[in-house]
């Protein structure tokens, strides 16, 4: 069986984590070392398969008065932790970016380089792990050459042993920090779900961008799933991916997991859920009304 393609890295709390095959230590370090944060940063950090795109694009918007533009999202809101990369190098890149630069990331929160003073950002994006599971393996599946069944998968999911570490361990520091630090804004993929516009808006105050009811509207119909999926700077069809394998925008629902998990698999993940989350204020919409801790 072919495994997940992934580095191990340093998690920076003395432990170890998985990370995508193409991000090194070094690329970590080099972050670490290089790059500075600036007055009016913007951050859309996620754990991976949350809504990251769609947080990425309805952000890209709002800063850029609803116009697209030309640019592929992965270079309007370039990857952090990818950054290294860049032809020329991270350093090179950055003095390319517009003066109100945003990221991507899926750093958890021990490896983010710090705010420090400065009035940047973070728009921190978690979705129910049931779901994140399910759109993990299809993913993963996909771009990073996994070839474990679902029941594998769903065990890997659970010790952690994926791509950025194990879910909880990146979901609830972040969580933290949004309640001690106004500069980190928590969202939830299924409330953006169920109130698209609300969630515009509140993206735009927390921005303190000035959006009236047009710029709302524009924003929620073009980070729509089908306008993105058929917009070619933000439909992620020029990633690496395999053919005969759903895409990196698979089907953008709530609940889906039901489709794949056991009543047994689902038994577990609630156990767990209700285990990491207790006490912690934090719940999750599971979708058909089902919400956890309740
Ligand atoms: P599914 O695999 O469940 O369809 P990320 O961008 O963090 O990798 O997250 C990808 C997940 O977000 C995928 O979930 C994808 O379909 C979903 N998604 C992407 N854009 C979306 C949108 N505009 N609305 C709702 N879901 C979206």
């Known amino acids: 069986m072919a495994q997940l393609q992934s580095n191990v890295v340093r998690d920076g709390n003395g432990g170890q984590i998985k990370f995508p095959v193409f991000i090194s230590q070094a690329d970590l370090d080099l972050i670490e070392k290089e790059f500075v944060v600036e007055d009016g940063d913007v951050f859309v950090v996620t754990y991976p398969r949350s809504g990251t795109t769609w947080t990425e694009q309805m952000v890209h918007l709002l800063v850029n008065h609803g116009e697209q533009g030309e640019q592929r999202l992965t270079d309007a809101v370039p990857w952090l932790e990818t950054l290294p990369h860049r032809p020329g190098g ?25 705010l420090r003073d400065t009035t ?3 728009i921190y994006v978690a979705r129910n792990p049931k779901d994140v599971a399910v759109s993990t393996y299809f993913h993963n599946q996909s771009k990073l050459g996994y070839e474990g069944t679902w029941e594998e998968h769903f065990q890997e999911f659970l010790n952690g042993d994926v791509g950025c570490g194990p879910y909880f361990d990146h979901i609830l520091p972040w969580w933290q920090a949004s309640q001690k630090d106004e500069r980190i ?7 953006m779900k169920h109130d ?3 969630n515009v808006a509140r993206l735009a ?15 929620v119909a073009l980070s729509s799933f089908k306008s993105m999926t058929s917009n070619e700077t933000t439909n992620f069809d020029w990633i690496p991916q395999k053919a005969d394998k759903p895409k990196h925008f698979r089907k953008g629902e709530i609940g889906d997991w039901r489709n794949y998990f056991s009543a047994e698999q689902s038994l577990q993940m ?21 919400t956890l801790p309740s």
């Open 90 to 114: 991270m350093i090179e890149f950055l003095k390319t970016m517009p003066q109100r630069r945003l990221f991507t990331s899926h750093l958890p929160h021990a490896l983010m380089p710090p």
């Open 120 to 122: 940047a950002k973070v």
């Open 185 to 191: 804004l928590f969202l939830k993929y299924e409330d």
């Open 196 to 198: 698209h516009a609300g």
């Open 205 to 219: 105050s927390f921005l303190d961008l000035y959006a009236d009811q047009g710029l709302i509207d524009r924003v």
């Open 270 to 290: 609630d156990d767990f859920v209700i285990k990491k989350l207790k006490d912690s204020g934090l719940q999750f919409d599971f979708g058909d009304g089902v």
